[in-house]
């Protein structure tokens, strides 16, 4: 198993969507977001785009199973006490897309302490809480879409919407 070889390819799909989301929305002035860990970085995307983790229907299935794949990964990491600072750092430096930074979002709701360390940039930007807090009060979860399959994948997939860090705000 090659986690570097699967994240890198993960990030190119999630940065070319961002590409073609951003052609599709026709945004003039790309939306973009600059931090510093420790050196600059722009990410380009809107609150849709930061929320393609949260099985959205506005974002390809494929990219929504990509980016969940990730956020599975970090967290089933977590659960072994496994060190991930080396993964968000090389999030961080290899993508280029708010998508991402809304996977270790969710990365840090798990497990907080992150957000005052590696994950400490993500506060450099106030509009991260507000889109969060307004995602917690939408309550958004494209449960809907699973309505005519096995209630076993139902099961599953509420409990993936239902977990209790899903519940907080950044």
């Keep these: 198993i090659h986690p570097e070889e699967a994240l890198s390819m993960i990030i190119k799909l999630v940065d070319f969507t961002t590409d073609r989301w951003r052609i599709i929305r026709h945004w003039?002035?790309?939306?973009?977001?600059?931090?510093?860990?420790?050196?600059?970085?722009?990410?380009?995307?809107?609150?849709?785009?930061?929320?393609?983790?949260?099985?959205?229907?506005?974002?390809?299935?494929?990219?929504?199973?990509?980016?969940?794949?990730?956020?599975k990964?970090?967290?089933?990491?977590?659960?072994?006490?496994?060190?991930?600072?080396?993964?968000?750092?090389?999030?961080?430096?290899?993508s280029r897309s708010v998508a991402l930074l809304g996977?270790?979002?969710?990365?840090?709701?798990?497990?907080?302490?992150?957000?005052?360390?590696?994950?400490?940039?993500?506060?450099?930007?106030?509009?991260?809480?507000?889109?969060?807090h307004a995602q917690l009060l939408q309550g958004f979860s494209n449960m809907i879409s699973w309505t005519s399959e096995p209630q076993y994948l139902v099961k599953m997939v509420r409990e993936w919407h239902t977990l209790d860090h899903r519940k907080q705000s950044i």
């Excluded at 939306?31 to 722009?42: A, C, D, G, Q």
């Excluded at 957000?115 to 400490?120: A, E």
């Design 73 to 94: 990964w970090l967290y089933d990491l977590l659960d072994k006490d496994k060190e991930i600072s080396n993964w968000i750092t090389y999030i961080f430096h290899n």
């Design 103 to 132: 996977v270790l979002s969710a990365v840090g709701k798990k497990k907080p302490e992150l957000f005052g360390s590696d994950l400490k940039f993500l506060f450099q930007q106030p509009f991260f809480g507000r889109w969060d």
């Design 28 to 71: 003039d002035a790309v939306p973009s977001t600059k931090l510093y860990f420790p050196e600059e970085r722009i990410y380009e995307g809107d609150s849709k785009v930061f929320y393609w983790h949260s099985d959205c229907p506005w974002c390809p299935d494929a990219v929504v199973s990509a980016v969940m794949a990730v956020e």
